[in-house]
């Protein structure tokens, strides 16, 4: 295995407050010696579990970002026993273009691990958290939203597992973060996931879905506030209660709950994020772009809940994600 050419500014194992950079040396036009500099911040106090925090995974997804931000200067020492590596924005490069890929290389951080350390900024930065951070770790908080495309009711996650008493582990602290839903998510595509590298290596794992549109909302990063704290003191880092409140449990069992445009068009919700549909109700139409006088076309639900997720532009193309039906689970 090659070593990464990533190296942290700050200690990573030390008591304190540390914030500083992860350096990732990267020649260009504009700096031929140049660096990218991934902020980091890790606070520490003696020995104790490890929690990764991250955020930007997408970059055009911000409610991660600012709650992180804000951790960064509001968490101290003394609050808490053991370690909190703190990455607000993940995949720094797409973070700064506010686009969901990196503009260097076009990298989809979450579907390039586990990387490469001779590969592209990208993969190098993935191989980095799988070779150097993870592996420290004991819970990792991995913030999304639905970015420019989607758009998603606030929700936790956690995925099924083979290994049952993780996937217990990782439902529990999904339950601790206490989004106003939570999801036992299905992903359709979970090939070099920084999620599938986390459960693969047994540790705790749990992502969200608080929003979407490219933009946050003051409501949406209050979600993001509470559970990253609520999610620290179930991991035994942070000292205080949790802020419990009311949860709605949903279920993605298989592929139903997606529905697929097949159309390019103009893009028309009938039903709003949230509202219940039954299985054969037109959720979306999509009308044509390039003359009047024609029908739109209905796109119908394929089972029955409520809608989680739709998708966010006027516009849509054959391919996109229409919307998520999930289950309610008593």
Known sequence: MKPSPIEPTI??????????????PYSRDDSAWGSIMIP??????GEGPTALLTGANHGDEYEGPVALQELTVTLQPADITGRVIIVPAFNYPAFRAGTRTSPIDKGNLNRSFPGAADGTVTQKIADYFQNVLLPQTDIVLDFHSGGKTLDFIPFAAAHVMDNTLQQAACYDAMQAFNAPCSVMLLEIDNVGMYDTAVEDMGKTFVSTELGGGGSASAKSIAIAKKGLRNVLIHAGILQGEMQIDPTVNID???????????????????LDLGEDVTEGDVIARVWPVDRTGVPPLEYKAKTSG?????????LIKSGDCMAVVGRRVD
């Open 11 to 24: 200690p990573l194992d030390r008591d304190g407050v540390h914030h500083g950079f992860l350096r990732l």
């Open 40 to 45: 980091i911040t890790v606070v520490r106090n």
């Open 252 to 270: 993605m069992p298989d592929g139903d709950c997606f529905v697929f445009a097949e159309h390019e068009g103009l893009f028309e919700p009938m």
């Open 306 to 314: 409520l809608i989680i997720s739709r998708h966010f532009p006027g």
